[in-house]
């Protein structure tokens, strides 16, 4: 066999294997779960999480909903039903920009109301704030 047969049957033998690698499932399940953003509605407003910022958690208000995560465009199996979280106050910043959610007072997270991609100056203030 000569060395031009060599090489292109060592190349269609290196693109048939990607190929099949290319097939094989796998389970990426903690990848997918992590595609949806982290979002609540609480009195008909939805909030975002926002990482990185300095807090402190008022007072209980209510009930925040978290909605199914949607990410597969309804080609999922089944509706992941929607969850709830104990929202809670940020001192020092209306509900209506910023809320805590979480199971517990110690175990929160940040989110906040965003106008189209851009943070509340309120909370903007927090993040910058030392």
């Known amino acids: 066999m000569s060395w031009a047969k060599r090489s292109l049957s060592g190349l269609l033998t290196a693109a048939v294997v990607a190929s099949v690698a290319a097939c094989v499932s796998e389970d990426n399940s903690a990848e997918d779960a992590a595609s949806c953003v982290y979002q609540v509605t609480y009195e008909l407003r939805t909030y975002r999480d926002v990482a990185n910022v300095e807090f402190t958690v008022g007072s209980k208000l209510g009930a925040a909903t ?65």
């Open 66 to 130: 978290q909605p199914p995560c949607d990410d597969t465009g309804d080609q999922g199996e089944g509706d992941e039903p929607s969850t709830t979280e104990t929202a809670y106050a940020v001192d020092g910043i209306s509900p209506k920009v910023a809320i805590a959610v979480g199971d517990t007072p110690d175990d929160v997270k940040f989110v906040a109301v965003y106008s189209g991609n851009e943070l509340p100056s309120e909370v903007k203030k927090l993040i910058s704030s030392p």
